[in-house]
């Protein structure tokens, strides 16, 4: 709905959406059913859920210096020690993933896929394989090594969930806050967000996030869009995102040239 009120404080919500449903929800961007869902949870729940998509942890990507996100798990002893509890303010804040959660593109994208793959969650890698080398007059051989796939962890999640979440997110894109993502023929999946990093005082504008995946009820790409102080997620990230699905569809199915174009060559 139009906000919530923790004791003094009243955090509202971007839109008037009324006190919709999970899907609708999910469509419109709705904090105000997040700040509830958030309290419903409690921090407790919130931490299970951080802990069970590994965002307290490396995700084991094939890249040197990769870093761990910040999240309510590792801020609660520090919060508790120095507020004496943790208020329910934090709790609110944490649903929609703001003030004590910082997290990475790479993790990000590692949930949405999961969620698009019925819960499983795989080891993002770059590495395909090592070409063997023969040995040369400076350096020795070396044996060819090719990308051992780790088995995916299972996150429980029922089929009726992934649906409810997928519809949502496809609702986005149709008539929701990822509208700008839509690609008439192909289906794609979208949540937006907005990360407060803003400064108005400096000029400074939010982050702007947007997680997908397509085809969004069968999906085999996922896409994520992170364009830093340009304002909301879905104006700015999207036509990002939107470009990176048009490139895949266009070598996915190559149009046959015009008889102009061949002839050119």
Same mark, same amino acid.
């Given at each position: 709905?139009?906000?919530?009120?923790?004791?003094?404080?009243? %955090?509202?919500?971007?839109?008037?959406?009324? %006190?919709?449903?999970?899907?609708?929800?999910?469509?419109?961007?709705? #904090? !105000?059913?997040?700040?509830?869902?958030?309290?419903?949870? +409690? &921090?407790? !729940?919130?931490?299970?859920?951080?802990?069970?998509? =590994?965002?307290?942890?490396?995700?084991? &990507?094939?890249?040197? $210096?990769?870093?761990?996100?910040?999240?309510?798990?590792?801020?609660?002893? /520090?919060?508790?020690?120095?507020?004496? *509890?943790?208020? @329910? /303010?934090?709790?609110?804040?944490?649903?929609?993933?703001? @003030?004590?959660?910082?997290? %990475?593109?790479?993790?990000? /994208? *590692?949930?949405?896929?999961?969620? !698009? $793959?019925?819960? *499983?969650?795989?080891?993002?890698?770059?590495?395909?394989?090592?070409?063997? &080398?023969?040995?040369? =007059?400076?350096?020795?051989?070396?044996?060819?090594?090719?990308?051992?796939?780790? =088995?995916?962890?299972?996150?429980?999640?029922? =089929? %009726?969930?992934?649906?409810?979440?997928?519809?949502?997110?496809?609702?986005?894109?149709?008539?929701?806050?990822?509208?700008?993502? #839509?690609?008439?023929?192909? @289906?794609?999946?979208?949540?937006?967000?907005?990360?407060?990093?803003? @400064?108005?005082?400096?000029?400074?504008?939010?982050?702007?996030?947007?997680?997908?995946?397509?085809?969004a009820f069968n999906p085999?790409?996922?896409?994520?869009?992170? &364009?830093? $102080?340009?304002?909301?997620?879905?104006?700015?990230?999207?036509?990002?995102?939107?470009?990176?699905?048009e490139a895949y569809l266009? +070598?996915? #199915?190559?149009?046959?040239?015009?008889?102009?174009?061949?002839?050119?060559?």
């Amino acid at each position: 709905g139009g906000g919530i009120l923790i004791g003094s404080k009243f %955090t509202k919500c971007m839109g008037s959406h009324g %006190t919709p449903t999970l899907i609708p929800a999910i469509a419109r961007s709705c #904090n !105000g059913y997040y700040y509830r869902l958030g309290l419903k949870m +409690k &921090i407790e !729940g919130i931490i299970d859920m951080i802990e069970t998509f =590994e965002y307290d942890r490396r995700t084991g &990507i094939d890249l040197p $210096n990769e870093k761990i996100g910040q999240t309510p798990k590792s801020w609660r002893p /520090i919060v508790e020690k120095r507020e004496g *509890r943790w208020p @329910d /303010i934090r709790t609110v804040y944490a649903s929609i993933g703001q @003030d004590t959660v910082v997290v %990475t593109p790479i993790s990000l /994208i *590692r949930t949405i896929s999961a969620v !698009g $793959n019925f819960g *499983r969650m795989y080891v993002p890698h770059f590495l395909k394989e090592f070409k063997p &080398i023969a040995a040369t =007059e400076h350096f020795e051989a070396r044996p060819g090594f090719g990308f051992q796939k780790p =088995e995916p962890k299972i996150i429980e999640m029922t =089929e %009726t969930q992934q649906k409810m979440i997928a519809q949502g997110m496809a609702d986005a894109v149709t008539g929701g806050t990822a509208r700008v993502v #839509n690609i008439p023929g192909f @289906d794609v999946a979208a949540k937006t967000g907005t990360a407060q990093d803003g @400064d108005p005082k400096a000029g400074r504008k939010d982050h702007a996030w947007i997680v997908t995946f397509a085809p969004a009820f069968n999906p085999e790409i996922a896409v994520i869009g992170l &364009i830093e $102080n340009v304002g909301f997620g879905g104006t700015h990230a999207g036509p990002a995102v939107k470009g990176v699905y048009e490139a895949y569809l266009s +070598k996915k #199915n190559p149009q046959p040239a015009e008889p102009a174009e061949v002839a050119k060559r």
